[in-house]
Every structure is written in C-alpha cells, then in structure tokens.
C-alpha cells in the first residue's frame, strides 16, 4: 500500500519525493544533468554516506585481511584505481555531475570520493574471501554471510501467464546504510527508462528493471577468477537496465565489457517470458536456462553451471568456485550437490536457499502471483528443518538454517574507528539481512518494493508503477 506523496525539492527536471515512506530520485536528461540533480538534491545525504559507508567498508575489507583500518582504505583505494579506466565515460560525467551539485551545496567530498564511492561494493566482494595464487589474501576465508538470492516465473507458473520476478539484497547494515536507501526513477535522454535500488550518490548497484521489459539481478557468487580492474556490479548493471532489450542484449554487456568479480546476473524478458542466469567470474561466463518444461528460475550464491545438472551443456564453472567454498570433490554431480550443501562448510553462502526457492515454486506452480512472490521473498522457513524462525532469529549457520529471507546478529568490524574525512570516531558492528526486497511486474510496470525496515520485508512492501513514475517527467 502507499499512503501519501511528498515533494521533498526539485532541481531542474528532476525532483525528490516521499512515496508511501519511501525516498525517491527522479532523474531526467543527459548523463550530467542527471548526476548534477542527484548532487544537488541529496547532497548532504551524499557527503554523509560517503563518510560512513567508507568507513564500514574498510572496516569489512580490514576484517577479512586481518589487518587496520587504514590498510582497509588503502585497499578500497587500490580497488577504485584498478576499475576507474573501465568507467564507461557517460557513467564518469554522471558521477562529474554528482560530484559538481554537492560541491555547489558546500560539500568536502570530492569526485574522487564519489568514483571510490561506486567501486566500494566491488572492491568489498574482492575482498570478501581467499584467493590461493593472490599473497594479498588471506589463505582461510572470513566467515562472511552469505548474499542476495531471486527467482522469476512466468507462463504455466503464474497465475495470469505474466513474468513475475523477486529479488532480495542482503548485506550488513553498516553505518549510514539503513537510513539511505532511495529508490532512482531514471530517465535518460539515450536509452529504456529505469528504476533501481541503491544509495545516495552511487549510479546503481545490483538490477532493477526498465520500461522494455528487461528486469535484472545480481547474485555475489565468487571465484578464483577475480580482479579489480574490470567493471562492477553497478556499472554492469546500468549498462544493462539503460540499453537492454532482449536477454541477448544483456549477454552481450556481460561477455563484451571487462568484468570484476564472480556475480550471477539474473536477466529476465516480459516481452518474450524468458529468462537466463548469466553465471560469471572475471574471466570466464556461461548462460544456465530454465529446465526444459519449468517456467521458472531462481538463484543464489552459487553456480550452477555444471555440466548435466538441470539440463546444463557448456562450461564448468563451479571448478572456479570449488576452492574459494573449500568444496573437497566436484568430480560428479552427486558429489558436487553432497559438498556444496554440506552444513558443516561455512565457507558455503546459504546454498539451502536454492533447495527452498525450487520448493516453493513446486508447491505454487501454476499459482504464482505478485502477492505470493512477496510471501515467497519473505519466507523464513528453514530448508533442512521446517521450522519457521522469528524476524531477528539467528541463522544456524553461514550456510546450514539460511532462510530466503535472513538474518544474523551483531559482527563486530572494530572498535572506535576514525570515520572517512570525519571527525568521527565509533564502534563498528552490523548486522546481516535484507536491505530490500522487490517484486516487479515487468510487463505492465508494477513493482512492490520493501525497504523501510530490517529486515526489509517486515516492514512491508509499497506499490509503484514505473511507466507511470516515468510520466512526472515527461
């Protein structure tokens, strides 16, 4: 439901509204018109989350380094260097544009902290876990939660025939990330109007859909084939969102553009009810399609590109993902589902997740609605158990009890930190959950979108229709 709209300030044709609880950025013109708007209009927002989400990240990057603060800035800095040449030149006049309207409101952050800003996620998945040929990381993995998840049907699975997808974001709640969550209604002069998720000053960072029909969403799954000199997620996935037409389309961004980390893109087509799981690392990409007879397809935090599993033919990646979750023996397929659903291997991301989701849209088949999507992306039963845990009820384990929609209690990322460009200093600690989870509807525009609480869900979910979001600036 939406209960009231508020006009928080305009700037040029682009403007800043309270939906339903909900903070919105509409964003129209060229590359730097609409990065001047986003300045402009959240700028002290901006200054802010620059400075503390910084902050958690180094601190996140120096936990699974085990090493200080300043090493995990340094690092993060390392990171935007090595990505920063693989900005596509619209996307750095956007964050030029960025830059500029919050120096015009008297800001200290710069575009360096802005391009640092849209490479920080990358440069956190990086570090997220071991690489055995990379002396910079560490050999043993940090024990680091698992990640975001979907699912999308469509045709026999949904009620009324339409594509239905959901997606959950899950990470921590570090400093300044709860309270800046916004949702971006784009409009630019070239390429499909879009909505996304994401964070004041930050172009995108894991999907949305556009108003071609085209919804896609990222799944962190690692690889031994990282690097920071490639794109990242949020660069990908404006790439896609802004100029994607067909799946083909989104294949083609994915194995064309110089990639970073191991993500799964989720990419769907309501013109067309399809959809592909495009499965890659920095160096390798392969397309994993619904099993023949199932119109559905979910996803998690590992891949499923293997050889004869669910109807696969192409390249192996799970032999890149097989030493980063210490899996012991991948040389069939039963035992590569045995190790990666092992319950004693932390290493492994909420792998029960993926056993959930094919349950759910077996006992729904046929049923599926946007209401039930959102009961599907809010459930909290246990895959292995069938026990129902309570909002703040702890996982069992990193990949043992993880639930669809989840959650773990306080980590601690260190004590009395000195914030990025700030006089703060305070303890670091988080929790990991659903940041947000939405809903859409690709082909008539709806979309449900939760991200008032934490975990999101539980804060319930708000009603949009892109195309006529689109309309207030046209």
């Known amino acids: 439901m939406k209960i009231g709209t508020e006009i928080i300030g305009t700037y040029g044709k682009g403007f800043l509204e309270n939906s339903g609880g909900i903070r919105v950025l509409h964003l129209k013109g060229s590359p730097y018109e609409r990065g001047y708007q986003h300045g402009t209009l959240l700028a002290s927002e901006i200054t802010n989350v620059i400075s503390d989400g910084i902050t958690g990240a180094a601190s996140v990057v120096a936990t699974a380094l085990q090493a200080n603060i300043e090493t995990g800035l340094q690092k993060l800095k390392e990171g935007q260097k090595a990505a920063g040449p693989y900005i596509p030149p619209e996307f750095r006049e956007e964050m030029t544009g960025i830059a500029d309207g919050i120096a015009s409101k008297g800001s200290p952050m710069t575009l360096d902290d802005v391009l640092l800003w849209n490479t920080m996620y990358d440069s956190w998945c990086f570090f ?140 769907t087509d309501a013109k067309v009810n399809r959809a592909a799981v495009i499965e890659v690392s920095a160096s390798e990409a392969a397309i994993r399609r619904p099993e023949k007879g199932t119109d559905a397809l979910w996803t998690s935090n590992h891949y499923n590109c293997y050889p004869g599993w669910k109807g696969y033919t192409g390249k192996n990646m799970v032999k890149g993902q097989a030493p980063v979750y210490k899996l012991q023996d991948i040389s069939t397929i039963e035992k590569w589902q045995e190790g990666i659903y092992d319950p004693k291997n932390d290493n492994i991301a909420g792998a029960g997740r993926f056993k959930r989701y094919e349950k759910l849209v077996k006992e729904n088949y046929g049923r599926i609605t946007a209401e039930k999507m959102m009961q599907i992306m809010s459930d909290r039963i246990n895959p292995d158990t069938g026990e129902e845990r309570e909002w703040e009820a702890p996982s069992g384990g990193f990949n043992d009890g993880v639930t669809i929609c989840m959650f773990t209690p306080l980590n601690q990322y260190g004590k009395q930190v000195p914030f990025y460009k700030n006089d703060k200093k305070e303890d670091i600690s988080a929790r990991f959950g659903n940041l947000w989870s939405l809903v859409a509807v690709p082909g008539s525009g709806d979309f449900y979108l939760a991200m008032q609480d934490f975990p999101a869900q539980r804060g319930g979910y708000v009603h949009f229709n892109l195309k006529a979001e689109l309309q207030k600036t046209r």
């Open 128 to 267: 997220a876990h071991p690489d055995p040929s990379d002396p910079n990381r560490p050999a043993e993995r940090h024990a680091y939660p698992p990640g975001c998840s979907s699912c999308s049907t469509w045709g026999d699975a949904t009620q009324d025939g339409s594509l239905i997808m959901g997606k959950n974001m899950d990470n921590l709640d570090l400093p300044g990330i709860l309270e800046n969550r916004i949702l971006v209604i784009s409009d630019p002069d070239h390429g499909f109007g879009h909505a996304n998720i994401t964070h004041p000053g930050m172009i995108a960072i894991d999907g949305g859909f556009n108003e071609g029909g085209i919804e896609m969403m990222t799944q962190y799954s690692p690889s031994i084939y990282e690097t920071m000199s490639g794109c990242g997620i949020g660069i990908l996935s404006r790439l896609i969102l802004q100029y994607a037409h067909t799946i083909n389309d989104a294949v083609n961004i994915l194995t064309v553009y110089p990639r970073c980390t191991g993500i799964n893109y989720h990419v």
